[in-house]
């Protein structure tokens, strides 16, 4: 196996991650529904907790991030729980609002929110040159801009954000120390950076590489958190190790 085919997905990681979750969730749902309506001496907590397990398990077998997991597993159960509290329904408003402002807009992407290791982060302190310029593509909370700052105080760090309550985030988080824009990576002049990172999804990484290719000067490094180029031969791949068991995919332009 190739070291693109062993980086790609399977098709339901081909769905926004946020809309292959939602679908998990429904043979599990089913399944209770078949018990509960059947008969079946199961408990409605011990047939919430069925829906959870087969989401997680579905959520595995898809690779889907660690967290969307964990979402899968607890979220019918945690739902049961606070709907048999009677907790306020301005608790469900306040978690759907904080959702649209994170994640929402990956299904119209297709970028779900990944976070980056201290071990991704380290790795790019390292490859970037003195006083180099580092770009961070979807940069999230500002992890990685943040890491690499405190390795390399010299940097000249950006990073670029769609979602509104992220960027907030990592602006706060950063300050004055980092470029921090709200809007779309697209938009992202990429000709004078040194290191242009991207932890995104397989889903925009060929129009990606169109613009690194157009805009990137020579000798400076794409690097993929990853996710491959179809069709590209990467110059190094690096394993990080971390809990995502991920890599950077680097290429140097030419």
Known sequence: MSSADALSSPSMLRLPPAL????????????????LTSGAPLPLP????????????????????????LIN???????????AADLDSRWFLAGFLALALTSLGAVRTRVPLYLSSAAAARELARRLP???????????????LAGVRRARPDAR??????????????RVRLWRRADIRLGSLWDADLSGCDVVYAYLSPAPMARLW????????????FISNSFAVPGLAFDEVIELDDLSRSRLLIRRMR
């Open 73 to 83: 597993l607890t979220f019918v159960p945690l739902l049961w729980l606070g709907l």
């Open 210 to 221: 169109q613009k690194a290719e157009a805009e990137m000067k020579p000798g400076s490094l």
């Open 130 to 144: 003195g006083n180099g310029r580092l770009m961070d593509l979807g940069c999230g909370l500002g992890g990685p």
């Open 157 to 170: 760090l950006e990073g670029v954000e769609a979602a509104p309550l992220n960027w907030l985030i990592a």
């Open 46 to 69: 011990a047939l919430a907790m069925l829906v959870g397990v087969v989401a997680a398990a579905l959520a595995i077998h898809w690779r889907l991030p660690s967290w969307w997991r």
């Open 20 to 35: 292959a979750a939602l679908l998990a969730q429904l043979p599990g749902l089913a399944l209770a529904a078949v018990l």
